[in-house]
């Protein structure tokens, strides 16, 4: 599946996304090892620390599934004119399943990252 193709299906699950307070729909896809994928949608809260990202939600999905290494996270944010970046904890959940690309919608077009240029330093047990 191409880049755009996996933003596409990010945009599709950023639909389903519950944002009443920031208004920012955010839909990820999760593709694992295997080639699985799965989606994600943000969930806000009134107790905004209460909050779900859509990164979040999909690795969630994911790694109920069993997956433990996730090949690409791919990132979109409907009501935003500029890339929407995950946020820090989103990158660090990203460290702890190995994440090898990041696929950020952006106005030009597909912006692919690795996570080590995200999160350099990101945190591991030894």
């Known amino acids: 599946m191409t880049d755009l193709e996996l933003l596409a299906l990010a945009k599709e699950a950023a639909l389903n996304a519950y944002a ?3 208004h920012f729909r955010v839909g990820a896809v999760v593709v694992a090892a295997d080639g699985t994928r799965y989606t ?4 806000e809260n009134s107790a905004y620390g209460s ?3 859509g990164e979040a939600a999909a690795i969630a999905r994911a790694v109920s599934a069993g ?3 996730i090949d690409t ?3 979109a944010c409907i ?3 500029t890339a929407g970046y995950p946020c820090g904890n989103c990158r ?5 399943f190995d994440v090898d ?3 950020v919608a952006a106005p030009e077009g597909p912006r692919v990252h690795t996570l080590e240029e995200l999160i350099p330093f990101g945190f591991r047990l030894p």
């Open 67 to 69: 997956v433990r290494k």
């Open 101 to 103: 690309r990041v696929v």
């Open 51 to 53: 909050a779900i990202c």
């Open 40 to 43: 994600g949608a943000n969930v």
């Open 73 to 75: 996270v791919a990132v």
């Open 20 to 22: 009443p307070f920031s």
């Open 92 to 96: 660090q959940l990203m460290v702890e």
């Open 79 to 81: 009501d935003a004119d």
